[in-house]
């Protein structure tokens, strides 16, 4: 019996592997951080045999709340993500699980690896309305990728999305996937009618190097990215510094931030109503938008999410915040479950990556509503 990790986002730590009965891991911190909750390792072992996995120590996790009612994802192919029946109590996740091969992959949610990531961006360049732009590098080296689709001009809006900003968020990149396939399927009436009158400039990994690390949360040095975007810097966060400057330089008339949310089981959205400049004419964008994507996917909810900000009160060190005030723009963070969706529970499943690609074309789709009126 063998547990490994030695492998693009994996992440675990063996504390005791005495038999199939008696396996316990704990999962390791973001580098530089007190962050951890992401874990993705490989089981090797005797097939058709109950094993029972332990996952110690989440009372100090980032998320502990995030545990209750969770099931871990497990997989033989890497393709098709399940559901395991899973417990969590005192601190620990209890995985009971009879695998029926001798390999079995488990994570916190479906991976999405380095090499899909680019897998995605060429295939991208492959369309004739799609560049690859290089704005910078990581910390560790790795490109900051950019795709820019449709031709500039001054009528047309400028629609910018960015996602995994915490990498252990993997369903942020597959409903970028999702949103891609969409958005460059030339037979597609959203799509046509968009970028007629609009640009997309779409980071898909705002955090390479914290994905491949197996991390939860930060990028190399340990930094949440998403607590940069007021003073960013090219030691520190030079994804945040680097996208940034790209966003002053092309202009921007709407934001999206793609994130998943480990406590809630719900789709929903958070807006910029805390911004300095918040107004009536972003209160209706962020109402059209809701209301568009309500008809369109029964995915999506209003009546569950985060705490709205008072006046004047938003962190504009946050990126929808942030790019909201900078820009004067219909800004919002697109947040997905780990969990489940609870008003469309898959015990199966649950969310999948699967759903979060969907959730990404149902979304393109939403914007056809709102485009004319963004600026």
Not at 3 to 28: A, C, H, M, R, W
Not at 107 to 132: M, T
Request: with cysteine; proline share 5%; glycine share 6%.
């Amino acid at each position: 019996m063998k547990i490994t990790s030695n492998f693009d986002s994996g992440n675990i730590n063996v504390v005791k592997l005495d038999g199939p009965q008696d396996i316990q891991l704990e999962i390791n911190k973001d580098n530089e951080s007190e962050f951890f909750q992401w874990f993705h390792f490989r089981l090797e072992s005797t097939p058709f045999i109950e094993h029972s996995i332990q996952i110690k120590n989440l009372e100090n996790s980032a998320y502990p709340e995030g545990w209750e009612d969770y099931q871990a994802v497990a997989s033989y192919d890497r393709q098709t993500w399940f559901r395991v029946p899973s417990h969590y109590e005192n601190g620990t996740l209890t995985i009971q699980f009879e695998p029926e091969c001798g390999h079995t992959f488990f994570a916190y949610f479906a991976p999405y690896s380095y090499e899909r990531h680019l897998d995605l961006l060429y295939w991208a360049q492959g369309n004739d309305n799609c560049v690859v732009e290089s704005l910078g590098e990581t910390l560790d080296g790795r490109d900051i990728s950019l795709l820019k689709i449709g031709e500039p001009s001054e009528e047309k809006k400028r629609i910018w999305i960015t996602a995994r900003q915490h990498p252990g968020e993997t369903m942020a990149e597959w409903f970028v996937e999702g949103l891609l396939h969409k958005l460059l399927d030339d037979e597609d009436p959203h799509a046509a009618a968009l970028l007629s009158k609009a640009v997309f400039y779409i980071v898909p990994n705002m955090n390479p190097d914290g994905s491949v690390r197996g991390h939860l949360r930060t990028n190399a040095a340990g930094v949440n990215l998403n607590r940069e975007w007021q003073t960013p810097s090219l030691e520190k966060s030079p994804e945040v510094f680097h996208v940034l400057n790209k966003m002053h330089e092309t202009g921007l008339d709407m934001y999206l931030d793609i994130h998943g949310d480990e406590a809630l089981p719900y789709n929903f959205v958070a807006g910029s109503e805390g911004i300095p400049s918040y107004d009536a004419r972003l209160q209706g964008l962020e109402e059209a938008f809701k209301s568009a994507l309500l008809t369109i996917t029964p995915e999506f909810q209003d009546e569950h999410g985060y705490d709205k900000d008072e006046p004047g009160q938003a962190n504009l060190t946050v990126a929808s915040c942030a790019v909201g005030e900078a820009f004067n723009a219909l800004s919002y963070t697109v947040e997905m479950p780990f969990k489940d969706n609870a008003n469309l529970p898959d015990p199966y499943y649950g969310w999948s990556d699967r759903r979060s690609y969907q959730f990404g074309q149902d979304t393109l789709a939403a914007l056809v509503n709102i485009v004319d009126d963004l600026r």
